[in-house]
T-cell receptor
Framework: RKEVEQDPGPFNVPEGATVAFNCTYS??????FFWYRQDCRKEPKLLMS???SGNEDGRFTAQLNRASQYISLLIRDSKLSDSATYLC?????????????FGKGTRLHILP | NAGVTQTPKFQVLKTGQSMTLQCAQD?????MSWYRQDPGMGLRLIHY???????DQGEVPNGYNVSRSTTEDFPLRLLSAAPSQTSVYFC??????????FGPGTRLTVL
């Protein structure tokens, strides 16, 4: 099983719609969770951190379910500028390692 | 404030050649890492470092070496380039539990 798994998409969504992505992780010792955004041929950039209680940043809402080991991202009122690849990121710090693992990403296309 | 810088931006190598990809950060971050990104494969962790003098292997370390003699620099060495190492390489740095900042990437082609 991959450490971090995402639906690769693409998700083709009309402008103004709501879209949700899920991500599952295999390491139950994972401690930090993030969503990154990557535009074509650019470096990834942090979209938002994911907290245990869930958190919201404008049109974006992130949720964490530790029991089921999944993370979600909800985008409301989608804009054309939201078209990008969204990367789920998990960090696990153990006694011997401290790895930050990226999912393969979910491609989102917002249609006018 | 330069953030994370990577050089070169583009490189073409012949099979068997060696080279070093440079990465530097000016944010005094302890944690630095190297990823490669291939179509359909996402970002895969090659090596990482939690501080000067400490390095460890990631998911795909074979064929690559790293060292961390200073907090600022984290070079990635390709020992004997192979076509399978054709990829986009990203360096990142950050603090514990927080955002990782990425460099602009190095696009490497191995012929």
């Amino acid at each position: 099983r991959k450490e971090v798994e995402q639906d690769p998409g693409p998700f083709n969504v009309p402008e103004g719609a709501t879209v949700a992505f899920n991500c599952t992780y295999s390491n139950s010792a994972s401690q930090s969770f993030f969503w990154y955004r990557q535009d074509c041929r650019k470096e990834p950039k942090l979209l938002m951190s994911v907290y245990s209680s869930g958190n919201e940043d404008g049109r974006f809402t992130a949720q964490l379910n530790r029991a089921s080991q999944y993370i979600s991202l909800l985008i409301r009122d989608s804009k054309l500028s939201d078209s990008a690849t969204y990367l789920c990121v998990v960090r696990a710090r153990g006694n011997r390692d401290d790895k930050i693992i990226f999912g393969k990403g979910t491609r989102l296309h917002i249609l006018p | 404030n330069a953030g994370v810088t990577q050089t070169p931006k583009f490189q073409v190598l012949k099979t068997g050649q060696s080279m070093t990809l440079q990465c530097a950060q000016d944010m005094n971050h302890e944690y630095m890492s190297w990823y490669r990104q291939d179509p359909g494969m996402g970002l895969r962790l090659i090596h990482y470092s939690v501080g000067a003098g400490i390095t460890d292997q990631g998911e795909v370390p074979n064929g690559y070496n790293v060292s961390r003699s200073t907090t600022e620099d984290f070079p990635l060495r390709l020992l004997s380039a192979a076509p399978s190492q054709t990829s986009v390489y990203f360096c990142a740095s950050g603090t514990a539990y927080n955002e990782q900042f990425f460099g602009p990437g190095t696009r490497l082609t191995v012929l």
